[in-house]
């Protein structure tokens, strides 16, 4: 059941609930046209390149991608010099830009749920394992670089 409980799946979710809501239930409510489909666009294209780049990181210190494992490495080069969880900020960019090239107004509270549910789902938890293992590495790399932007 594990294998359920993923970040994709919550994301693939968080988009199936945005695209109902545009497209049976818009109530005539818009972003007001192609800048809503640019700006959508380019945090789509965003969310991407920062899920790439930070899965390129944690490949080349072969480590593990996956939420529930402890990772064998601390990785804090690359993006993850910017930001504590990129793939995370990816997957919320991901939802955003989609939300507003949808015109899915009405599911912009989706957006911060998904934050939530990524925060306390996996976030939290794999901090934890990371402060376990890491110890004064991940303290120092905490105060150095923060946990979302």
């Not at 970040?7 to 109530?27: C, E, G, K």
């Not at 046209?33 to 899920?51: K, P, S, T």
């Not at 989609?98 to 934050?115: G, M």
Request: charged share 20%; proline share 5%; net charge positive.
């Amino acid at each position: 059941m594990k294998w359920i409980d993923i970040p994709p799946v919550w994301l693939a979710m968080a988009l199936a609930v945005a695209w109902v809501q545009s497209a049976h239930y818009a109530y005539g409510l818009s972003f007001g046209g192609a800048w809503a489909d640019f700006l959508g666009g380019l945090l789509v294209g965003g969310g991407v390149i920062l899920i790439a780049l930070a899965a390129y990181e944690m490949r080349r210190h072969k480590t593990t991608i996956i939420p529930h494992e402890t990772p064998a490495r601390l990785v804090t080069s690359g993006i993850f010099k910017r930001s504590r969880n990129p793939i995370y900020l990816g997957d919320a960019l991901i939802l955003t830009g989609l939300i507003l090239y949808w015109d899915a107004v009405l599911s912009l509270p989706l957006i911060p749920v998904f934050v939530w549910i990524i925060e306390r789902r996996f976030v939290l938890p794999e901090e934890k394992r990371m402060r376990r293992t890491f110890r004064a590495d991940f303290h120092r790399y905490t105060e150095q670089t923060r946990r979302w932007l």
